[in-house]
Protein backbone atom coordinates (compact mmCIF):
# COMPACT_ATOMS: atom_id res chain seq x y z
CA UNK A 1 0.00 0.00 0.00
CA UNK A 2 1.26 4.07 -0.56
CA UNK A 3 1.98 6.00 1.68
CA UNK A 4 -0.57 9.02 0.82
CA UNK A 5 -0.46 12.26 3.12
CA UNK A 6 -4.30 12.95 4.21
CA UNK A 7 -6.16 15.17 6.47
CA UNK A 8 -7.96 13.42 9.89
CA UNK A 9 -11.25 13.03 11.00
CA UNK A 10 -10.81 11.55 14.27
CA UNK A 11 -8.44 13.40 16.71
CA UNK A 12 -8.45 16.55 14.89
CA UNK A 13 -8.38 19.94 16.22
CA UNK A 14 -9.33 22.54 13.35
CA UNK A 15 -8.46 21.40 10.25
CA UNK A 16 -7.08 17.84 10.81
CA UNK A 17 -3.84 18.86 8.81
CA UNK A 18 -1.22 18.26 11.69
CA UNK A 19 -2.97 14.87 12.47
CA UNK A 20 -2.37 13.39 9.10
CA UNK A 21 0.65 14.61 8.81
CA UNK A 22 1.93 13.05 12.01
CA UNK A 23 0.07 10.03 10.68
CA UNK A 24 2.20 9.92 7.37
CA UNK A 25 5.64 10.71 9.37
CA UNK A 26 4.71 8.25 12.43
CA UNK A 27 5.28 10.85 14.98
CA UNK A 28 2.77 12.33 17.69
CA UNK A 29 0.23 14.96 16.49
CA UNK A 30 1.55 17.37 19.59
CA UNK A 31 5.17 17.31 17.94
CA UNK A 32 3.61 18.73 14.53
CA UNK A 33 1.94 21.23 15.89
CA UNK A 34 4.50 22.75 18.37
CA UNK A 35 6.62 22.92 14.79
CA UNK A 36 3.56 24.46 13.46
CA UNK A 37 3.26 27.16 15.92
CA UNK A 38 7.16 27.49 16.14
CA UNK A 39 6.55 28.17 12.17
CA UNK A 40 4.18 30.72 13.46
CA UNK A 41 5.89 32.81 15.94
CA UNK A 42 9.40 32.87 14.33
CA UNK A 43 9.05 33.24 10.65
CA UNK A 44 5.16 33.90 10.28
CA UNK A 45 4.74 31.25 7.66
CA UNK A 46 3.25 28.89 9.51
CA UNK A 47 -0.54 30.27 9.23
CA UNK A 48 -0.49 30.62 5.39
CA UNK A 49 1.75 26.98 4.80
CA UNK A 50 -1.61 25.59 7.65
CA UNK A 51 -4.44 26.98 5.30
CA UNK A 52 -2.87 26.00 2.30
CA UNK A 53 -2.19 22.87 3.59
CA UNK A 54 -5.97 22.57 4.61
CA UNK A 55 -7.10 23.40 1.10
CA UNK A 56 -5.00 21.12 -0.73
CA UNK A 57 -5.37 18.15 1.70
CA UNK A 58 -7.74 15.69 1.04
CA UNK A 59 -9.48 13.67 4.12
CA UNK A 60 -8.91 10.25 4.12
CA UNK A 61 -12.26 9.02 3.08
CA UNK A 62 -11.98 10.77 0.05
CA UNK A 63 -9.41 8.91 -0.62
CA UNK A 64 -10.53 5.47 -0.36
Do not use: H, Q, S
Amino acid sequence: MKKRLYKIEKGKKIFGVCGGIAEYFDIDPTVVRLIWVLLVFCLGTGILAYLVAALIMPYKNEID
